[in-house]
């Protein structure tokens, strides 16, 4: 199993924060620095305020050397689809090839009011969704003259430049990460667009069931088997002892309990036991939900006692 480390910015980061926690997470192995993609805190004053995604992105693309870095998830409708498509291609060719785009309908409506952002309702979010899979997916591959006539973008002899350097996505590019919980569209999705599947935020028997969900959609498209990697994503709070956990927990604001419950806690017995659990049911990668981005002694222990172990 793949651990990668998953940050939430919006609560109060500024960019050096992140850099300290993807520099920290490369020189100890991690697979991957993620971000969410927000603009808003949800709970708490947000201070020092949030970052953009892909401004943060392209900063690590130049200051980490190895560690893969990507969106958990960009928002649809915060960005146009060519131009976004561009954005990501560039910094993948910054980080000589080590981006992944993960890319969502939307949900915090919050955040699109306070920034002037409009926010469809749920079944158009999806259908611009989906355009913009279309779209971004096609100008990577397109040699040229690339058209789109969508109900929601249009795109009309596009060069489809710049490329990214990865040539290695379902449809060349990027690898392309698509998740959720929806019972019918987004197993769809997935499978037409998607190289790897994330379920956030659930317990082993709704992961489960989730994928196979988009198995079935997978094999319904004809795509071989293997072509999709299935991935978790839970917040993480270990400690060498109960008082560190105590300490872990109270940082952030969450009863420990409920952090073992939902999470992966306790000591590094309890994660490695958590993780071997969610393996069971096919997840090959974690993305570890990092909330309190000042305790890189977290990271330390992950490393050293859990990591080698799953």
Known sequence: MEL????????????????????TAEELGFGAFFRSDHYLAMGGDGLPGPTDAWTTLAGLARETSA??????VTSATFRLPGPLAIQVAQVDQMSSGRVELGLGAGWFVGEHDAYGIPFPD??????????????????????????????????????????????AGLRGGVPV????????????????????????FA?????????????????????????????????????????????????????KGELRTNGVAGSPEEAIATLA???????????????????????????AEVMPRV
């Not at 196979?212 to 072509?227: F, I, L, N, T």
């Not at 999709?228 to 060498?240: I, P, W």
């Open 177 to 200: 990460v698509v998740g959720g919980h929806g019972k019918r569209r987004t197993p769809a999705l997935a499978a037409a667009y998607a190289d790897e599947f994330n379920v956030p």
């Open 122 to 167: 749920t079944s158009e979010r999806f259908d611009r969704l989906e355009e913009q899979l279309e779209v971004i997916t096609g100008l990577w591959s397109t040699t040229g003259g690339y058209d789109f006539a969508g109900s929601h973008y249009q795109v009309k002899d596009s060069p489809g430049l710049p490329k990214p350097v990865q040539r």
């Open 67 to 72: 560690i893969r870095l990507g969106t958990l």
């Open 277 to 303: 659990a969610y393996a069971a049911v096919g997840v090959e990668r974690v993305y570890l939900q990092v909330l309190d981005l000042h305790d890189l002694d977290h990271l330390r222990l992950i490393a």
């Open 4 to 23: 990668r480390i998953f940050t939430e910015p919006q609560q109060g980061a500024t960019y050096d924060d992140l850099l300290a926690v993807a520099a």
């Open 203 to 255: 317990g082993v028997p709704d992961v489960e069931t989730q994928f196979g969900r988009v198995r079935a959609a997978v094999e319904a498209a004809g795509r071989p088997a293997d072509s999709m990697t299935y991935s978790a994503a839970l917040v993480v709070c270990v400690g060498a002892d109960e008082a560190e956990v105590d300490r872990r927990a109270a940082a952030i604001g969450r009863e």
